[in-house]
């Protein structure tokens, strides 16, 4: 089975979602080689809920596009 990266619940008795990070600089190059290899899910979650909860909880979701204004 595979555990909810926030509650660690089977999510394959959900409609389980899939986390994917990737370095910026990668993005690029693994448009072009499609899905294969060089992807390492971030975590995987039973459903939405349960990765909104987890991003709330952890600092995932800050010091990102949320950290505004730009400094011009
Ligand atoms: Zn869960």
């Not at 370095?23 to 499609?34: K, W």
């Not at 979650?45 to 400094?71: H, I, K, L, M």
């Amino acid at each position: 089975m595979t555990a909810c990266t926030y509650c660690g619940c089977d999510v394959e008795a959900h409609d389980p979602v899939v986390v994917y990070e990737r370095e910026p600089d990668a993005v690029e190059e693994s448009a072009s080689v499609a899905l294969e290899g060089d992807e390492s899910p971030a975590g995987t979650f039973c459903n939405w809920g349960c990765v909104s909860a987890y991003a709330r909880q952890s600092d995932v979701a800050t010091e990102t596009t949320c950290n505004w204004p730009p400094e011009e």
